[in-house]
């Protein structure tokens, strides 16, 4: 035990010291290359390797080169969404490592077991979602990137942003917000055993709640497009539909109903949800709830933040009623007051409208 790349704290507030628990072992990442040939093909020597490799080096290793690989691919398909393909497989496959690294090591915690649990479950619910969207087609790309390339008119330019955002900033995020992991790795190996109390427990459901949350929401949405899908090429409501949506519904060109009648984007609120929860677990089990391993949560909901205003600007721009909509149900929370605000423009659309009758009558 005492030999493993990891560090013996002293403790809680310890094992969420970056300067303790990560500096000292990012030198091995200048040794592990020539230490993977060394071992060649021999499992045995592979496996000697992986447990003398501090586990969150070795995830910074495998994220770096999916960087360099998705940076590539890219540009060489002029295709940029090589990492929204592996948006639903890294983070699970970074969890999966840490428990399983802990458990080759001889380190046994229910905690990570769980993690990696739930962040099983939570890849099968995002891969099939975005599947069935097509986005694993050949040449499938989500439209926001052509919006974006758009606004960019320098070829070099947007090279330096995919290089330094889309490759490396997003596949650097994907691991950031797994480091919580790390730390329950570092306190099952200075603790010896583990207590999976009550608190525990809750944390597990709260995160599983919020993976319900965003299936019930895909699957609202999932309805609503495809009945909307019909509509357009029959010009008529499917009989298991009918009691669902009206004309007016498909024709509005966006759902609004079920959960999303609390809020604009409630897959967007339980999907940060879910690592908002992972990082206060492991801020609850070391008594400090401001630490390094809070990095990626904080980055991943900036980029929400800055994504869904993004996704927002578009929809307003195809469906006219879409700021009204924005008007009276939040952008992520719901909205106290019962009824919100109209905006300017549509009370300018409106009192128009009202001039215009008046007019009518007048004349």
């Not at 905690?111 to 739930?118: G, H, K, P, R, S």
Request: net charge positive; hydrophobic share 45%.
């Amino acid at each position: 035990m005492a030999s493993l790349p990891l560090p013996r704290v002293e403790s809680l507030e310890e094992a969420t010291s970056f300067k303790l628990t990560v500096l000292p072992y990012l030198s091995q990442l200048q040794y592990l290359p020539a230490s993977l040939r060394e071992a060649g093909g021999d499992l045995g020597s592979l496996k000697e390797v992986y447990l003398a490799t501090n586990p969150l080096v070795s995830a910074v290793a495998l994220g770096s080169v999916l960087a360099a690989i998705f940076f590539l691919a890219a540009e060489i398909n002029r295709n940029y969404s090589q990492v929204d393909r592996f948006w639903s497989i890294l983070p699970t496959m970074y969890n999966v490592h840490f428990a399983a690294w802990a458990r080759l090591a001889g380190i046994r915690t229910q905690t990570l077991d769980t993690i990696a649990f739930i962040s099983i479950l939570w890849s099968a619910r995002l891969t099939f979602n975005y599947w069935r969207k097509g986005g694993y087609q050949i040449g499938s790309e989500d439209y926001r990137w052509q919006i974006v390339r758009s606004k960019v008119n320098s070829v070099f330019l947007f090279t330096i942003f995919n290089f330094a955002f889309i490759a490396i900033a997003q596949s650097l995020l994907l691991l950031l917000i797994t480091c919580p992991s790390y730390v329950f790795v570092i306190i099952a190996n200075s603790q010896g055993t583990e207590n999976f109390g009550l608190p525990d427990l809750a944390f597990s459901r709260a995160a599983l709640f919020f993976i319900i949350i965003e299936y019930f929401a895909d699957q609202q949405q999932w309805n609503f497009q495809t009945a909307k899908q019909q509509y357009q090429k029959t010009a008529r409501i499917e009989a298991d539909n009918k009691d669902q949506y009206s004309p007016e519904d498909l024709e509005r060109g966006f759902v609004v109903s079920g959960l999303w009648s609390w809020s604009r984007h409630p897959n967007f609120v339980a999907e940060q949800a879910v690592w908002l929860t992972l990082y206060l677990w492991a801020c609850y089990r070391t008594e400090t709830y401001l630490q390094w391993s809070g990095l990626g949560i904080a980055g991943y909901i900036i980029l929400f933040q800055a994504s869904t205003r993004l996704t927002e600007w578009i929809t307003a721009g195809k469906y006219s009623e879409y700021p009204e909509y924005q008007a009276r149900v939040g952008r992520f929370l719901p909205r106290l007051s019962a009824e919100a605000p109209i905006p300017k423009k549509i009370k300018k659309s409106a009192a128009s409208s009202g001039a215009e009758q008046g007019e009518k009558k007048s004349n």
